[in-house]
């Protein structure tokens, strides 16, 4: 097995690996670079550039340390700051996953701000520092370092929210999220608290060996730990989205600027879904009784409610809001299954084809305003045919029709869970889909079959923004003709999550 090489930095009895901190802190002092350029040049657009420079980096960092960060630690379990974070290829995954997000978003922004008089250079710096808080929160193997890392992404991202501080709509998202984020917040200190007095510690992988000792859990008792856990999911459900915590999410993603809602809808859910499976899924499989209920419930009633509520939604933003919601249902059917890797490649294809979708709704906005209703998409194919046959690729395959990739990342969640023995919760799934090919249908409709307004003219897209749209359409369809790679590193970092965890245990 391969290990990183061991600390840059060690005392009698402590050992500690710096070297898994690189990525993080890499985004870290990026985000200050970002800070001092636009503190000392009036041209905005170097900070932008030291932002994709420094993601770039933090981005083969991440890929240095794939397999061979296998399962290093921040430091040895016996040391007084016990294995706080891990460098196994499931966290390494997710921290791609944010960093390309990142990397993307900062693409996008640049046109979209300046069309808006909102160049300013804390915009990057914020982003930067909510996506090292996510790469915290999934490194994390101590609930008080995940929480941390949860409150420094979230933030920045209630700031982010109401970037736009001119629009009354992009303030109401800002104090929305701020006020319902709080609360979540104070829920899952809750659970952290609660936990703490039934186990005596917030470190996952002492959780995990106490736990799998025999009658470990009657002695805990049958209150503390069951309402610990569930104050947690009330926290973490908060961030994916599900319900009935998920009230917040369409009018925060309709205020929101769209680049920073583009953002929020893929890497907010990520980072909470790979706490939540870290959690789950390794700290507490032996207490399922205690989660496995609540949160498949939670799966069918996030399920139903988004796909039902977007079929109503007059609003592209809003409807691609609910249709997150009902995202977060089928990926709740792969934690309710115990299903690491199908969670992580559906987190990708999502990722993908979403963010692709809020990048065609930024590429609409034109003289300082968002063109964002269903009839505002009406004739798009007139106007900018390319623009208009990648917005079908999102839309098919945001509904998981082939040929794009969302097909295989609902397959390959549902198949895992029917073999597992959840095919309520699979036929549900498999239900609301056919209801979600509704909403989706009805933008393509709109584009190729509808006549737009006459003498609409040509919509020209600024060239940051159809690289991101083309990128992302082109991924959709090759990695549905191709998806053995994606596959298998998937798997690879689901699979060895648990592993790596429990042999730093040891």
């Known amino acids: 097995m391969n290990t990183m090489p061991v600390g840059l930095w060690s005392a009698p009895g402590i050992s500690v690996n710096w070297g898994i901190t690189i990525p993080i802190a890499i985004v870290v002092l990026t985000a200050m670079g970002a800070m001092m350029t636009d503190a000392f040049s009036k041209r905005k657009e170097y900070t932008a550039l030291v932002t994709i420079g420094g993601l770039v980096v933090a981005l083969f960092a991440c890929l240095r340390l794939w397999g061979n960060g296998f399962h290093a630690t921040f430091a040895p379990i016996d040391a007084p700051i016990a294995g706080q974070l891990i460098a196994d290829n499931y966290a390494l995954f997710l921290c791609m996953l944010f960093v390309s997000v990142g990397l993307a978003t900062a693409w996008i922004s640049h046109t979209w701000l300046a069309q808006r008089n909102l160049m300013h250079g804390e915009y990057y710096v914020l982003m930067l520092f909510a996506i090292s808080g996510m790469m915290l929160m999934v490194q994390a193997t101590e609930l008080i370092t995940l929480f941390v890392g949860l409150e420094t992404f979230s933030i920045s991202l209630y700031v982010l929210s109401a970037f736009a501080r001119s629009k009354k709509r992009s303030e109401e998202a800002g104090l929305k999220y701020l006020l319902l984020g709080a609360f979540s917040s104070a829920f899952l200190l809750y659970g952290i608290a609660f936990i703490y007095g039934a186990m005596g510690t917030t470190n996952l992988n002492v959780i995990a060996d106490t736990l799998a000792q025999p009658g470990a859990l009657a002695a805990v008792g049958p209150y503390m730990l069951p309402a610990g856990i569930g104050l947690m999911l009330v926290g973490l459900g908060f961030k994916v989205a599900a319900v009935p915590f998920h009230l917040w999410t369409p009018d925060v993603y309709e205020g929101a600027p769209t680049p920073v809602t583009a953002f929020m809808s893929v890497a907010t859910k990520a980072a909470a879904f790979g706490a939540m499976g870290r959690i789950l899924l390794f700290a507490f499989p032996t207490a399922s009784q205690s989660w496995q209920p609540l949160v498949a419930s939670m799966a069918l009633a996030t399920m139903i409610v988004g796909n039902f509520v977007a079929v109503c939604q007059n609003n592209v933003k809003r409807m691609l809001a609910y249709s997150s919601i009902a995202h977060a249902g089928y990926?709740?059917?792969?934690?309710?299954?115990?299903?690491?890797?199908?969670?992580?490649?559906?987190?990708?294809?999502?990722?993908?084809?979403?963010?692709?979708?809020?990048?065609?709704?930024?590429?609409?906005?034109?003289?300082?305003?968002?063109?964002?209703?269903?009839?505002?998409?009406?004739?798009?194919?007139?106007?900018?045919?390319?623009?208009?046959?990648?917005?079908?690729?999102?839309?098919?395959?945001?509904?998981?029709?082939?040929?794009?990739?969302?097909?295989?990342?609902?397959?390959?969640?549902?198949?895992?869970?029917?073999?597992?023995?959840?095919?309520?919760?699979?036929?549900?799934?498999?239900?609301?889909?056919?209801?979600?090919?509704?909403?989706?249908?009805?933008?393509?409709?709109?584009?190729?079959?509808?006549?737009?307004?006459?003498?609409?003219?040509?919509?020209?897209?600024a060239p940051g923004i159809a690289i991101v749209v083309a990128a992302c359409a082109l991924f959709t369809v090759f990695a549905f003709l191709a998806p053995s790679r994606m596959i298998d590193a998937a798997n690879d970092a689901g699979k060895t999550a648990v592993t790596s965890m429990t042999a730093a245990s040891r």
């Not at 979403?354 to 998409?377: L, P």
């Not at 040929?403 to 699979?426: D, I, Q, S």
């Open 331 to 461: 990926v709740l059917i792969g934690i309710v299954a115990g299903d690491l890797p199908g969670i992580l490649f559906y987190l990708l294809c999502y990722a993908v084809m979403n963010f692709g979708a809020f990048s065609v709704v930024a590429a609409m906005s034109r003289q300082g305003r968002d063109y964002d209703t269903f009839e505002d998409y009406n004739g798009l194919h007139h106007r900018n045919p390319g623009l208009a046959l990648a917005m079908s690729v999102f839309m098919f395959s945001l509904a998981g029709i082939p040929p794009a990739v969302g097909f295989y990342g609902k397959f390959y969640l549902f198949a895992h869970a029917v073999e597992r023995g959840y095919t309520g919760l699979v036929v549900v799934g498999v239900l609301t889909s056919v209801v979600s090919a509704w909403y989706y249908l009805r933008v393509v409709v709109a584009m190729w079959m509808r006549e737009g307004e006459p003498g609409s003219r040509k919509l020209h897209v």
